[in-house]
């Protein structure tokens, strides 16, 4: 069991730059799930897909930022224009499917906006 | 509205001193409760899953216990390795699992 792969753990940029993510699941794993984390507060849910289907997004997503998970493997998050308030952790988890399967995160990208 | 709290925000304890922690949450159809540990620089770490009130989980020093309202994770006389955050979570129903997550609480154990 090789956990979640999360690639970078570190980014800094300058704002208005586009950064991109990348997230490997578990590879039993058919949901993957997208959370942004604030320092001192619990992750904050963004987006999830079952498969290569985006099933759900949150408010929190803006039109800047764009999921995909092709093929129903990996998964990429883009956020286009970076601004400031984009500043964050951003987590990957992945679970079998079901709402009581536990889901299991990787370790992030540190996104930090000049 | 869904919702889930957590308390205290921060506790600091002596090693071997135990004490429990609190989450309580306003759900509509509770489809169970998950705890999680965080330490810093890193992504949150499954502890246990506790799906209907009167349920009790054990791992180590550390017992997760679920009511209709609330759950608790107790944890029996702590080591400086237990220091990190715990984070409680829940799914929303009929939201293909997508948890909503506590705050946290801040734990710090000292030798």
């Known amino acids: 069991d090789t956990g979640v792969s999360q690639d970078p753990r570190h980014k800094i940029t300058k704002r208005g730059q586009n950064v991109t993510f990348r997230c490997d699941p578990i590879?039993?794993?058919?949901?993957l799930y997208w959370y942004r984390q604030t320092l001192g507060q619990g992750p904050e849910f963004l987006t999830y897909f079952q498969n290569e289907a985006q099933l759900e997004k949150s408010r929190l997503l803006s039109d800047r930022f764009s999921a995909e998970r092709p093929k129903g493997s990996f998964s990429t998050l883009e956020i286009q224009r970076t601004e400031q308030g984009d500043s964050a952790m951003y987590l990957c988890a992945s679970s079998l499917e079901g709402s009581r399967q536990p889901q299991h995160f990787g370790d992030g990208t540190r996104l930090s906006i000049l | 509205e869904d919702q889930v709290t957590q308390s205290p925000e921060a506790l600091r304890l002596q090693e071997g001193e135990s004490s429990s922690l609190n989450c309580s949450y306003t759900v509509s159809g509770l489809r169970g409760l998950f705890w999680y540990r965080q330490d810093p620089g890193k992504g949150p770490e499954f502890l246990f899953t506790l799906y209907s009130a009167g349920e009790e989980k054990e791992k180590e020093r550390l017992k997760a216990t679920l009511t209709k309202k609330e759950s608790f994770l107790h944890i029996t006389a702590p080591k400086p390795e237990d220091s990190a955050t715990y984070l409680c979570?829940?799914?929303?129903?009929?939201?293909?699992?997508?948890?909503?997550f506590g705050q946290g609480t801040e734990l710090s154990v000292k030798p």
């Open positions: 590879s039993e794993h058919n949901r």
């Open positions: 979570a829940v799914p929303i129903y009929n939201q293909g699992g997508k948890l909503i």
